[in-house]
């Protein structure tokens, strides 16, 4: 009798167990089924990019698709991802299958370096430390500027309500932060205490802090939050363009480079054989056309030639400092000291 | 006597205000701002390339999820309820997890299970078989977070029930195949139909563990809730409206069916009590 049911039980407990393993194995099948499709021939390219660059890369994929088949004949698919830039480059280390990376940061495309997925010296790999385009922050305000804000001095005034994503998230932010910083380091000849106040000031103006650029965008334009959005340049145009009448942009005259690079994800095409076209997709990016195209979506060109053709766009003449400047001493060094936890900016915000 | 008229109107009045802000008015909303810039508009966002890709992945997902966890779900209500086995009480929570943790934690748990940082990896790797960020993950993570729906349906029921019926199927020498046919599933087949109802809508509108195994691959790996998102933050609204109206048009959809169902149900129950 007691064996009986101890074989029952047994014969219950591998039906329980074969459940189970059917739940996880089916939709396992399913991959095997999807994957070598993919792997046919490297006609498809993924490009792990940030928020900002959706219009800029719709338009470039476009112009791409159109060269490389000019070029050698073939179809190609490119597949895009927008995402935020530290959680992009997050995903691409956990498996997330980039041919091309094209980020906010030099920082975010290390940590992919550091993982083991492209080579050290990645930045040497294209020319302009491998950033086709550049782009500065600047403020958008509402039409007519009814609180008068020129320079990063007037954000921290009182009742000024600023918009801008939280740096610890969002790359663009870290750029908003660290060009704050700059002025107020010039403002104050580098007495750091007064900047720290500064920077303490402004962001307790600050009404809602998104995880990304593009939500930070949107609280103010589309809901309508707070006086001043701290955005990229590119940005900020964009926004005009959808509501011309409702912003205007008011460059300041102290603001930081930002260089937002590319590159080649080495373990990724060398495992697809996709490296030769990978490459030819950044190359094109410092064609003429390629450099056009960034100067239409708001992103300076880094060929000072296209760079010319947009100067009724862009204000050339705004005093640009950029990350490596010894202020700041590079991503690395900014992001221990501002940006870590229990960084300058944990202790300013939460104060 | 009088005040005592009071009170359901008040109730009334609350509930209806509720459901009204919390409720209707959202749904006007969609559907006002899915067809703000024209009917021509609409149907470019909903015959978007993206958007079929997008809408034939949550397809997939919520079949595959709605197969897996009734076959799961039928296996286990029965294991549960009809026999005694040690470890019961504990496979009657473990089927509740997914109720309780955040769906987030879900799809970062399976980034850590079959992510490149996993030491599952390089086997997964070596068989080429991409999980994360590629459409099994998308399906891994709708199967998880509906997967009490069916079991959890069926348990109470299967338990109200007793088991004298099938005991005396038994002792009559019908087979498990038998019992189940002709005993078990005809009373169940209302709450199963129901469950899984319940289970599809529940993975049609999955966004969160989705989100983190997807990868945001467009057209590959975007499912509609998340192809809502992307939109949405591309400045396309009126695009995003006219696909987040499919999803309302498909919750629409969903509770009619169960509702159909329901009253079918009662029918039958009254049928039999006759």
Redesign the interface.
């Known amino acids: 009798m007691k064996t009986t049911t101890m074989l029952r039980d047994w014969a219950q407990w591998a039906s329980v167990l074969l459940a189970v393993l059917l739940a996880v194995l089916l939709p396992v099948s399913f991959a095997g089924f999807s994957v070598p499709a993919a792997l046919a021939a490297p006609t498809e390219l993924t490009n792990v990019s940030y928020d900002p660059t959706r219009e800029l890369y719709e338009q470039y994929n476009a112009a791409f698709r159109k060269f490389w088949k000019n070029k050698t004949g073939a179809d190609i698919t490119i597949v895009q991802s927008h995402g935020g830039s530290g959680k992009q480059a997050r995903a691409v280390i956990e498996g997330n299958q980039a041919d091309v990376v094209t980020l906010a940061l030099a920082y975010d495309i290390s940590a992919i370096a550091k993982a083991g997925l492209i080579k050290k010296s990645w930045q040497k790999d294209f020319p302009s430390n491998s950033s086709p385009y550049t782009s500065t922050i600047v403020f958008l305000v509402r039409k007519g500027n009814p609180k008068n804000l020129k320079t990063w001095g007037d954000l921290a005034k009182d009742g000024v309500g600023v918009i801008t994503p939280n740096p610890k998230t969002s790359g663009g932010a870290r750029w908003n932060y660290l060009a704050a910083w700059a002025w107020a380091h010039r403002e104050y000849k580098g007495d750091e205490k007064a900047v720290l106040d500064f920077i303490g000031k402004l962001f307790r103006n600050v009404l809602v802090l998104d995880t990304g650029a593009r939500g930070s965008t949107n609280t103010f334009v589309r809901n309508g939050q707070g006086d001043v959005l701290l955005a990229w340049e590119n940005e900020a145009y964009l926004a005009i363009a959808e509501h011309k009448n409702d912003f205007e942009i008011v460059t300041p005259d102290l603001s930081i480079l930002a260089e937002p690079p590319v590159a080649v994800v080495d373990a990724v095409v060398d495992k697809r054989g996709s490296r030769e076209i990978a490459k030819a997709y950044l190359d094109y990016l410092y064609s003429d056309e390629g450099q056009r195209l960034a100067g239409k979506n708001h992103y300076r060109p880094s060929n000072p030639k296209i760079a010319a053709e947009f100067a009724a766009v862009f204000d050339l003449k705004v005093k640009l400092i950029t990350i490596d400047d010894p202020l700041f001493g590079g991503w690395e060094k900014a992001q221990t000291r501002h940006f870590t936890d229990g960084g300058i900016f944990d202790k300013i915000y939460t104060r | 006597m009088r005040k005592e008229v009071w009170i359901p109107c008040l109730l009334i009045a609350v509930s209806v205000l509720f459901v009204g802000v919390m409720l209707v008015l959202p749904l006007v909303v969609v559907l006002t701002e899915a067809f703000s810039s024209g009917l021509n508009a609409f149907l470019r966002a909903v015959t978007d390339p993206y958007t079929i890709k997008a809408m034939r992945l949550t397809l997939t997902a919520t079949v595959?999820a709605v197969?897996?966890?009734t076959?799961?779900g039928l296996?286990?209500a029965w294991?549960v309820t009809r026999?005694s086995?040690?470890?019961k009480g504990i496979?009657s929570t473990l089927i509740d997890i997914p109720f309780a943790v955040s769906p987030v934690i879900a799809g970062l748990v399976f980034?850590l299970i079959?992510?490149?940082?996993s030491p599952l990896?390089p086997f997964l790797d070596a068989l080429?078989?991409?999980?994360?960020?590629?459409?099994?993950g998308i399906?891994?993570a709708t199967?998880f977070v509906t997967?009490p729906f069916v079991a959890r349906e069926l348990i109470p029921m299967l338990e109200a029930r007793g088991t004298d019926e099938e005991q005396a199927a038994a002792l009559m020498g019908a087979g498990f195949v038998t019992i189940f046919r002709r005993v078990t599933f005809p009373h169940i087949r209302w709450a199963l139909l129901y469950s899984v109802i319940l289970c599809a809508a529940r993975a049609i509108g999955e966004f969160g563990a989705v989100s983190v195994v997807s990868?945001?691959?467009?057209?590959?790996t975007n499912t509609l809730p998340l192809h809502v998102e992307?939109l949405?933050?591309?400045?396309q609204?009126t695009a995003a409206f006219a696909v987040s109206a499919i999803l309302a048009a498909a919750a629409v959809l969903i509770l009619t069916a169960r509702n159909i169902v329901e009253h079918l149900a009662h029918k039958e129950d009254d049928f039999n009590v006759r």
């Open positions: 595959a197969l897996i966890n076959l799961f296996t286990a294991a026999f086995f040690r470890g496979l980034i079959f992510g490149r940082i990896h080429d078989i991409k999980i994360v960020f590629a459409e099994p399906i891994l199967v997967f990868g945001h691959l467009r057209g590959k992307i949405y933050s591309e400045y609204f």
